[in-house]
């Protein structure tokens, strides 16, 4: 086998020695591929960032839901948030404890505020109706509040959070109706929480909003937490040099300022944040076929079968994402081309990359689409009735472990009842 553009595997070993084209053969194509040294790594990196005493880390499972992915995430120590009853099932069935995992919902029915009451769970209401809701459920209970700092990030509008015309947090205005209610209620609020965006490089608008949520901190007494949300980008332009946020930076400025805020509060408040990407999408790789090679008109088109239903990002927010060309025979031409990388869905709009400059790709060739270890799989669907792909884990001790079995067609009908 020989691979072309493929520094960034080389460099961190992703394949352990094991070759894409037995792995494609094995569990099919396409296929996402776990490497689990670097989810630990990132994990332990996380973990390590801030020095504040009181600091803790939630991982944001829909970046990825996988059971086992969930379970060396546990076993590094970190602890979870969830965005639906779905999330925290999977948690649980995890090995999550109720007090490692943290509901952070949006506009949530009652059956799903029971869900997490009975288990135990801590939820974070983000409107002032949801909080009502949830009070009038849970009279006496433990709550949280998401708020909208006004400060928003992100790489694409859909992906900030905060800021306006957003749905997401209650604002800050709406303090003195939160009041009312908690004391109508007589809840506590243990902690306040916020999501501004995701995919920063840069520290900045973080800690801007950081100073925004202590605003309003300061207007509750004895919260036992404040949770700044995730959002921590990684480089999707490895091939270009992209560089790479700054985490102990970032983790340094953190803990000074959550220092200096408890010694103002007069309460050693934990510190969250709740990174999603960070964790997984590095450690992942959507491993694809090329089974058609065209020109219409002047730009050349690579037809695989990594479709929006197999990797949405691109679709979805325009994202980009490195790809790799791995070939069974050296039959490399030296020539590099303007591409339109395809899916196999019945869409115009099925592209996975846009006039990118690659190497000649030719048929049959496997593609390695890296950082797809977060938002891939887990915003994977049935679209076009095509089966999700298998998940493996490249395991430290160089084995190999299948992680969820590729769809069958039997999935497909399971839901349906025939007339
Ligand atoms: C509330 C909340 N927390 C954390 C995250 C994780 O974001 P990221 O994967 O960019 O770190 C998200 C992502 O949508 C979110 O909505």
Known sequence: MIKLNASVTDKTNFFNGSDPFDLAARYGSPLYVYNERILRRNCRDLAGMC??????????????SNLAILQIVREEGLFVDAISAGEIFAELAAGFTSDEIFFVPNNISEDEMRFAIERGILLSVDSVSQLERYASLNPGGRVAIRFNPGV???HHEKVITAGENIKFGVNPEDIPNV???IRRYNLSLTGINQHIGSLFLEKTQYLKSMDALFDIAREFEDLDFIDMGGGFGIPY???????RLDLKDMGDSLAERMTRFAGEYGKELTLMVEPGRYVSAEAGLL??????????????????????NVLARPVMYDAHHDVEIYRRDDL?????ECVNIAG???ESGDILAKNRLLPEILEDDLLGVLDAGAYGHSMSSNY????????ILLREDNSVRLIRGRDTMEDLLRPYVKL
């Not at 694809?288 to 037809?303: D, E, L, Q, S």
């Not at 490399?332 to 590099?336: D, P, Q």
Request: proline share 5%; charged share 20%.
């Open 152 to 154: 928003g990030a992100g």
């Open 179 to 181: 009041k009312n209610i």
């Open 344 to 346: 196999n869905i019945c």
């Open 384 to 391: 076009n009735n095509r089966l999700r792909p298998a998940e």
């Open 237 to 243: 332009h490895k091939t270009e040099g992209q560089g």
């Open 287 to 308: 491993l694809g076929t090329v089974h058609a090679v065209k020109f219409n008109g002047p730009v050349k088109y690579v037809g695989t079968d990594i479709g929006f």
């Open 332 to 336: 490399t031409s030296g020539k590099r």
């Open 51 to 64: 020095g504040y005493p009181h600091f803790k880390v939630n991982f944001s499972a829909k970046a990825n």
